[in-house]
């Protein structure tokens, strides 16, 4: 589940949003503001109803931060360095650059998540019930009771025992303690989750078939999430047992042309050298050392006429920011750490020498060699 942009970073962890999440948060907004709450507490202004829903939506939202963050809290604990974040439909995911390294850690990182959200609900639900008791605004105690609610459903439908929710990484913990075979056990938590979102789609159609209205569309778009991220998650679990013990040094281009820091970007896009070739360069400082990235896409945004004054070292992604491998680091742990784009290239390194540039292209052409020389029946 790839980010559709950034809201930030907390704790060294970037903090990304799906457009997916509009939908939801339009909705429950919505639904707050122009349905439950004039239904159940008629004769405010419309003002304060929608006060009231935007708020809602925003505090569930935090809450599935919270979430999310508890996951990533434990999995750091556990040994699991996590790249991101990604608030979406059915909650959110945090992304891990590798895998946990036994069941029982797996165990612990899936299950702090639904656990947290547990202990919001009740909080909430106690909330509701003190602000009642002191006779709090009726709109607010209705919120409040109504965050207690959605987070219980949260933590109860994270529980299920499908990929990519929660309840399929313990799921896949358990079978993985089981089997001994964390490949096979993937397999397994994937399939469960294809399953249950093609449950949901058919119980979503015969809903709206039967005058459910939208809230069977709503259940049938659901699983059709829960389809797609499984099947994306299980064919990730597919080409991590194919790479699983390839170094990255066996899929990298080598000894990659650079760019110096200093060339300007009009020289870079006239060079026949350059532009013919790849679409990502690595750039090297006046040492010959690895400074960053540039991309023949961002050189082009440049103004010609400003192109003849501008380097390379302006316009390239700085080494902090590019992905850097060592050649005997496993490419199956790579793997999660990559996305498309000419700006994702990974740089090779080996004692602080730049010896290889690494695509998504370069470990599609690895596997593609690895299942053709694998040996058949």
Known sequence: ????????????????????????????????????????????????????????????????????????????????????????????????????????AELRTAGVGPLVSLVLGGLFVLGAWLLAMVSAPELLVEVVAWLGGINLLLAVFNSLPAAPLDGGRLLRAFLWWRTGDRLRATAGATMAGRVLGWLLIGLGLVAFMRGGGLGGLWLALIGWFLIAAATAEGRQAQLRGVLAGVPVRDAMTRDPLTVPAALTVADLLADPLYRYRHSAFPVTGADGAPVGLVTLDGARQVPPENSGAVTVGEVMVPLSRTTVAGTDDSLADLLPRMEPGAEHRVLVMDKGRLVGILSLSDISRTVTWLMNAAPRP
Do not use: C
């Open 1 to 104: 589940m790839r980010a559709t942009f950034t809201l930030g970073r907390i704790s060294g962890v970037r903090i990304g949003v799906h457009w997916s999440v509009l939908l939801i948060f339009g909705i429950i907004a919505f639904g707050l503001a122009q349905g439950r709450l004039p239904q159940v507490y008629p004769g405010h202004s419309p003002v304060e109803y929608w006060v009231a829903g935007l708020g809602a939506a925003v505090v569930f939202f935090a809450s599935l931060l919270a979430h999310e963050l508890a996951h990533a809290v434990v999995a750091r604990r556990n040994g699991v360095v996590v790249d991101d974040i990604v608030l979406w439909l059915l909650g959110g995911v945090a992304r891990l650059k590798s895998e946990a390294s036994s069941p029982a």
